[in-house]
């Protein structure tokens, strides 16, 4: 069995991990994992990884979970250009600077409007206004720390050129604007970054990765996403009663 992606595309660090595997033609064997559907918790997804989360690969007998570590053995293995994760030492670095950052102030941060918006109403959770200015504005302030210390006055996060730093901060900005928040609106360089970005992976490529995301409040309204399974109702409980 060749190289298989356990992924959703509901989920910011799968879709990176799809963008970059496929606009850098790596075949893969896709495993679709349906969150809502309960399938995290599934008794063959945990052998696959026992913290029951996405993305995972498995390359033979090899299994990784974690995204960024997932992009970089594919950038490893792979025959893949060098400005993705480049052989120079400093500009490696710059990467693993903005993925630290990204884990401490991004991660966590622009994921909770889907969970306000979409998922914690699914089960009949309605989050205090409160909760959501107060998420709204850890977004603005990680936004501006993104403009003010990475993008300056590059045409990338980390320099001239793409890297992986570029999809994992395009797909979690991408999750608050799915549902709504429209967190380019105001920001003419963060906006024509995004266009850069989409641009160099190709609009098709964009559309297919990100249609179902950009889709999901109609979906919501149609009810078109499954009622969660039973068995993801703790994990749901557990994730809402984190947001700060
Ligand atoms: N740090 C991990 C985060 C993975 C993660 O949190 N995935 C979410 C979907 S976006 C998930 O599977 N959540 C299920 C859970 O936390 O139990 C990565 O970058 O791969």
Redesign the pocket.
């Known amino acids: 069995m060749g190289l298989e992606l356990y992924l959703d595309l509901v ?4 879709r990176a991990v799809y963008i970059f595997a496929k606009k850098n033609g790596i075949p893969f064997e896709l495993r679709p994992v349906d ?1 809502f559907r309960g399938q ?1 918790v599934s008794k063959d997804f945990s052998q696959i990884n026992n913290l ?4 995972a690969l498995k390359d033979g007998d090899f299994i990784l ?4 570590a997932i992009l970089i053995y594919l950038s490893s293995k792979y025959p893949t250009a060098d400005h993705w994760y480049p052989s120079n030492l400093q500009a490696r670095a710059r990467i693993h600077e903005y993925l630290g950052w990204h884990a401490d102030c991004v ?1 966590g941060t622009f ?1 909770v409007p889907l969970w306000t918006q979409v998922l914690a109403p699914l089960i009949g959770v309605h989050l205090p206004e409160e909760k959501v200015q107060r998420n709204r504005a850890a977004m603005d302030r990680a936004l501006q720390e993104l403009e003010d210390k990475f993008l300056r006055d590059q045409a990338f996060l980390t320099g001239q050129h793409v890297t992986l730093a570029d999809l994992m901060a395009l797909e979690e900005l991408i999750q608050p604007v799915a549902v709504g928040f429209d967190l380019f609106e105001g920001r003419p360089k963060l906006t024509a970054w995004r266009e850069r970005l989409e641009a160099f992976l190709g609009m098709d490529l964009c559309q297919e990765t990100h249609g179902l995301i950009l889709n999901i409040l109609e979906q919501a309204a149609n009810k078109k996403i499954p009622d969660p399974a039973p068995e993801v109702y703790p ?1 749901m409980l557990l994730r809402i009663s984190r947001i700060p």
């Open positions: 989920s910011q660090p799968c969150i995290l029951c989360k996405v993305p979970s974690e995204s960024t991660r994921g994990y």
